[in-house]
């Protein structure tokens, strides 16, 4: 994570930051966007992911506007939070990381559709017709299928994920966020204020945690931007993530990770 204070001042130019960025996406796939031949997989397993962290972060900050904090906008922090790190993961291992995440859709189909056979839900026919018309897995040499295997089980499990790039000290953050999107003590108290005789009293919305959301967000556009943007034609989005960047101070700042393991 960047070295930024996460105070007022800084959150006030992290959200310019944001939505400068946000504003650059939208203009680039205005267009629609154009690339070398050779990058049409990643583009297309990428730009989903892409346009997921900018859409979420305009989201957030639309919700921040309406006054919901830290704990009602947790979700989209999240993913916001582990799209930029799993886009970058994505990239940086290339077309074998795209067939990983193919790979885990097409099993998450299965599984869903067993669950929809189990409990009688009448779409499970639609599910089986669209799984029957997936292609099957691609032969893979011996070391092929261990690095889809390795990717796989990265795929799925955040920690391991920044842990084999050098960033498991983030998780915490991500544990965080997951304990604001599930039923948890964390969401069951957000609406709670402990007053000092040890009674509580309830709130009408939830505690705000602080200008770090923001923060995040400026971040996690930054290097969702610096990932995507060389795949296309041009590197688009070049100008706006360096002026981010320098805005923020963050020149020499190493903002994405590289694989340690």
């Known amino acids: 994570m960047a070295p930024l204070n996460a105070d007022d001042a800084t959150a006030t130019l992290a959200r310019t930051v944001a939505e400068d960025l946000i504003a650059a996406g939208d203009a680039v796939v205005v267009n629609g966007l154009t690339f070398p031949a050779q990058n ?106 261990a690095l889809h295997e390795k990717l796989l089980h990265e795929l799925g499990n955040v920690h391991d994920m920044l842990d084999r790039y050098g960033s498991a000290e983030l998780y915490p953050v991500y544990s965080h966020l997951s304990s604001l999107s599930h039923t948890s003590v964390a969401t069951a108290s957000a609406y709670l204020a402990q007053l000092d005789d040890g009674t509580v009293q309830i709130r009408p919305t939830a505690t705000d945690l602080g200008p770090a959301d923001v923060i995040q967000l400026a971040i996690a556009l930054i290097q969702a931007g610096h990932v995507f943007s060389p795949l296309i034609d041009g590197d688009p989005l070049r100008p706006a993530v360096d002026k981010a960047i320098a805005d923020l101070g963050l020149q020499g700042v190493q903002l994405l990770p590289t694989r340690t393991k």
């Not at 397993?45 to 006054?67: E, F, H, M, P, T």
């Not at 299965?110 to 929809?116: D, M, R, S, V």
């Not at 099957?136 to 040499?141: I, L, N």
């Open 40 to 145: 049409y997989k990643l583009v297309v397993g990428s730009y989903g992911w892409w346009r997921l962290v900018n859409r979420s972060s305009r989201a957030a900050l639309l919700l921040i506007d309406q006054g919901f904090s830290s704990p009602e906008i947790a979700p989209l922090m999240r993913n916001v939070f582990n799209h930029a790190y799993a886009l970058n993961w994505l990239v940086d291992n290339g077309e074998a990381a795209v067939d990983a995440v193919i790979s885990a859709g097409a099993a998450a189909h299965e599984k869903l559709l067993k669950k929809l056979k189990d409990t009688g839900w009448a779409i499970a026919a639609e599910y089986d017709q669209a799984l029957a018309q997936q292609a099957p897995e691609p032969a893979r040499t011996p070391a092929e299928q």
